[in-house]
């Protein structure tokens, strides 16, 4: 099959587009994690963040490839009649331990926006460049299981998933600054 054939493109513009949608909670993560750093290390804790995400997304994408049978098979089936019926696999255990950690940061910046506004001030300390990159690292890979998934479902073409990661990724960098800029002004918008 030829690499820049219409059928290639036309999945590549999609998987842009999913990585785009699918991406964004992505980047309201990092602009507000990297709001922890020192003012004048914020964009450069965007940018590493997003860099070394897309590394290890594409390495992710490799790795779940070649292991994509680890997702299909079931470690245990639920059978509570009327209740609850499924089974359980990595991709849920995955999916589960996302959305609780989505939940727990939900639930700790509506707490910090609280007492910001009671105490009618902000005290937070700057947290270390390296720690939030690598927490940015490891919640841009817990948060694009969806868009990898989402890729590998729709084509077998490592090199147009990849190459629509490595969009996704840019178009995150373009953005990143004016979404950390845009949540500055308007902290309604944060959670």
Known sequence: MELLSLDNLFTLAMLTLLQAVLGFDNLLYISLESKRAPPHRQALVRRIGIGLAM???????FLLINVIDMFKTPWFDL????VVEGEFNFHSTVVLLGGAFIMYTATKEIW??????HLG???RKPKSVAGLIFWIVLMNLVFSFDSILSAIALTDVFAVMATSIFIGAALMVWLADGVADFLEKNRMYEV
């Open 55 to 61: 590394v290890l997304r594409i390495g992710l994408l």
């Open 112 to 117: 910090h926006m609280m007492q910001v506004q």
């Open 121 to 123: 001030q902000e005290d």
């Open 79 to 82: 059978h509570w009649t009327g």
